[in-house]
Structure formats: C-alpha cells, structure tokens
C-alpha cells in the first residue's frame, strides 16, 4: 500500500481552498421585521429631572437590532418608541436611515438612546400618588422607579417585537 504524502504546496492549496469557501458563505438572514434585543442600562439610579441648576446626569439604554430587508431608519421620520411603565407616556425618537453594507439586504447593529436628567427632557420626573404633580422634591416619597418598553419601526411600517429595560429608580430630590 502506498502512503500519501502532502508537500508544502498541497498544505497551501488545501489552505487556500478553505478560506475561499469560508469567505463565500451567504450572509445571515434575518425576518423582514425588525427585532430587537435588550442589552443594558449604564447604570440604574438617577436624580429626578428638576432644574437646570442640577448636574446634569444620563443614563443609557442599549439594545441591538436585526432587519431583514434593510429598510430601519428614515432621517424624516419617528421610528424608536420608549414607553414609561407608570403613565404609558411615549417619548419619540428617529434613528437616522443605516446604510446597507456587503452583498446581502439584511442589516445588523447596536442602538444607544442616551437620556438626561434635564429639566426640558422630563425622562426622569418622579410622580405621586393622588396629585398630577411631576418632578418636584418630596421628602414624603423619597423614590420612584418606572421602566422603560421600546420598539423600533422600519420603513415598511413593520414594528418591532418589544423590550424591556430593567427598572430604574428616581431618586426625588
């Protein structure tokens, strides 16, 4: 029985084959709707939105996002939805349009909505029982806590499933 033997040149071609045919597979695949998944909050603990004599504080939401067919963002349009727990009160944001990179339609990535305490934004307002009162100080109700739901919209008016932050608490100074 003869033995095989590879030489220098066998290893190479054997080599370069492999590469080729891993550089040459498709490209994931996504649904045409956008899904988003949570990732985290920079911190959970924050002086309620007052006044401009404050610090001024944030706290970031990140969450990544798939879609399909490519079409998530629209400079012209609102297309990030944050939904406050206690009141259902949407603050609206634009995700500017995401350019399609590589030879398939579907498109990938990470989202970080940055929200401050300032006193114009009202992210971080605390609210109390029995009154329409917002964001003033209580030593009565030294904390409130809400959390945020997000979902995201193509261009296709495809909304995304929905997440979840984590709950974040109001300090009410």
């Given at each position: 029985?003869?033995?095989?033997?590879?030489?220098?040149?066998?290893?190479?071609?054997?080599?370069?084959?492999?590469?080729?045919?891993?550089?040459?597979?498709?490209?994931?695949?996504?649904?045409?709707?956008?899904?988003?998944?949570?990732?985290g909050l920079s911190?959970?603990?924050?002086?309620?939105?007052?006044?401009?004599?404050?610090?001024?504080?944030?706290?970031?939401?990140?969450?990544?996002?798939?879609?399909?067919?490519?079409?998530?963002?629209?400079?012209?349009?609102?297309?990030?939805?944050?939904?406050?727990?206690?009141?259902?009160?949407?603050?609206?944001?634009?995700?500017?349009?995401?350019?399609?990179l590589g030879a398939?339609?579907?498109?990938?990535?990470?989202?970080?909505?940055?929200?401050?305490?300032?006193?114009?934004?009202?992210?971080?307002?605390?609210?109390?029982?029995?009154?329409?009162?917002?964001?003033?100080?209580?030593?009565?109700?030294?904390?409130?806590?809400?959390?945020?739901?997000?979902?995201?919209?193509?261009?296709?008016?495809?909304?995304?499933?929905?997440?979840?932050?984590?709950?974040?608490?109001?300090?009410?100074?």
């Open positions: 029985m003869k033995s095989m033997s590879f030489t220098p040149l066998t290893y190479w071609i054997v080599a370069t084959t492999l590469i080729l045919t891993e550089s040459c597979s498709r490209p994931p695949e996504f649904p045409n709707e956008p899904v988003i998944e949570y990732i911190k959970n603990t924050i002086i309620q939105s007052r006044s401009s004599q404050l610090p001024q504080d944030t706290i970031e939401i990140s969450f990544k996002f798939t879609d399909g067919d490519g079409n998530l963002g629209d400079a012209d349009s609102i297309n990030i939805l944050l939904s406050d727990s206690r009141d259902g009160f949407n603050h609206l944001f634009k995700i500017g349009e995401i350019p399609q398939g339609r579907g498109i990938q990535g990470n989202i970080k909505l940055t929200l401050t305490n300032r006193s114009d934004t009202r992210y971080f307002c605390c609210t109390f029982p029995n009154t329409r009162l917002t964001c003033i100080a209580s030593t009565s109700f030294p904390k409130d806590s809400l959390y945020y739901s997000i979902k995201v919209k193509d261009r296709a008016g495809n909304w995304s499933n929905t997440i979840k932050t984590e709950n974040i608490t109001i300090l009410c100074q």
